[in-house]
Structure formats: C-alpha cells, structure tokens
C-alpha cells in the first residue's frame, strides 16, 4: 500500500521567505508527526497531530513555525521568514491511534536549503 | 525528561563480523522501544519494536534486540553483517501508551566493508 508522502522533495529558499512542506499520512492513520533531522542535531520532534487538533506543540522551535492538517488526513508545516538554521530535513510520520500498535512510518522527508 | 544515548557515533565492520549497538534510554516508566534504520538516500523504516512480552524482539533482516529493564538498555544486535546493512540506525522510545512523539538517539553510523 502507500506509505507516507510529502512534498517537495527538496526546497530551496532565500533568508527571510515563507515556505510550506506537506505531508500525506498513511490513510487511516490518525496520528500525524513532524520530525527535523540536521546534521550534529539528530531528529528532533517538532509537533503531532490527533486527527486535525494538536495536543503537543511543545517542539516547535519559534512561533515562525506552525502546522495545521485538515480532514484528518494531509497536513502541512509553514515556516516563516526563514533562517539559515531553519535549514534540515523535514520528516513527517504517521501511525495508528492505538495503544498496541503505534508504530510510527516516516516519509522520505523535505530538504530544505535556505541560503 | 525521557532521553536516549546510543554509546557509538561510527561503527565500521567487516561483512561476517557481529554486530551490537548500544542503546540506553532515561525514563521512569513503562515504554516502548524500537530500532529504526535509514539506508543512504533511503527514508527511515521500523526495523523491530518491543512493546511487552518476550524481552528478545526479533525485526527484519536477520538483527535483533534485547530489552534489558534493569539496565534500560534495548542493545540491537545481528551475529553477522552484511554489506548491503551499511546503514544509520537510530534507536527510539515513547511512553506506554502513549500517542506522542518519539525520543531518538543521536543515531549510530554502521559502515560494511565487503
């Protein structure tokens, strides 16, 4: 079946502009993350999602990061004005809201270059 | 706070050679562990899980874990690699029960040499 997807695959941007990543889950998975990967930093989670509301925002880095998914299923992570550290692999993952199985499945990720 | 150390940044092995990544995780409570892998230019997949049961948890590709409670450790282990395990692996963990995100480990660098 398919997995997770997102898009882009690569993004590259200048210092100071908007972008938006998207993220299609596994369909019936009702649990939606982000996760960062940068280089000396490892992953790092950003914020997840229970359907369309967002328990656990705890992780995102400033307020120019913010994530919304609508009709439980695609969600999309906007970051504003962006900054060269803003630059990593962007990963989303999706699972099961269920207590024995909550494995996560990670998608191949966004890369994103600001210069 | 939970945490996750994995002892070795960068492993490299002979095919044949076994195989044993450490992974020792901070957190008080019942958990769930797991090893993820990520082959080059490849996204990140479940390599096994431990949720309860049988502390020895077997995954795919021959490697397997042992949860360890007392010394909070799910070391991965593969008695012999291969080349094509030239790989990074990141041992993870949530809470029991829980919905939330993963901690990972800053990932171990396994690299083959054929």
């Known amino acids: 079946g398919a997995g997770v997807s997102q898009s882009p695959s690569n993004k590259v941007t200048e210092k100071g502009k908007d972008v938006e990543l998207r993220c299609d889950p596994i369909?019936?998975?009702?649990?939606l993350y982000w996760y960062r990967q940068s280089l000396g930093q490892g992953l790092e989670f950003l914020i997840y999602f229970q359907g369309n509301s967002a328990p656990d925002k705890s992780g995102l880095p400033s307020d120019r990061f913010s994530a919304e998914r609508t009709g439980g299923s695609v969600s999309t992570l906007t970051i504003q004005r962006t900054q060269q550290e803003d630059s990593a692999v962007y990963l989303c993952?999706?699972?099961?809201?269920?207590?024995?199985?909550?494995?996560?499945?990670f998608g191949p990720g966004t890369r994103l270059t600001v210069l | 706070a939970q945490s996750v150390s994995q002892h070795n940044h960068h492993v490299i092995l002979s095919e044949a050679a076994s195989l044993e990544l450490g992974c020792n995780y901070s957190?008080?409570?019942?958990?769930?562990l797991f090893w993820y892998v990520q082959y080059p230019g490849q996204h990140l997949q479940l390599l096994l899980k431990y949720f309860s049961g049988d502390p020895l948890v077997k995954g795919i590709k021959g490697f397997e874990a042992e949860f360890i409670k007392s010394k909070f450790s799910f070391n991965l282990r593969k008695p012999s690699v291969q080349w094509s395990d030239t790989a990074e692996y990141f041992c993870a963990v949530n809470a029991w029960g829980s919905q939330g995100n993963l901690i990972f480990g800053k990932g171990t660098k396994l690299s083959v040499k054929p």
């Open positions: 369909s019936g998975h009702t649990a």
């Open positions: 957190y008080g409570g019942t958990v769930n």
């Open positions: 993952a999706s699972s099961l809201w269920d207590r024995d199985h909550n494995e996560q499945f």
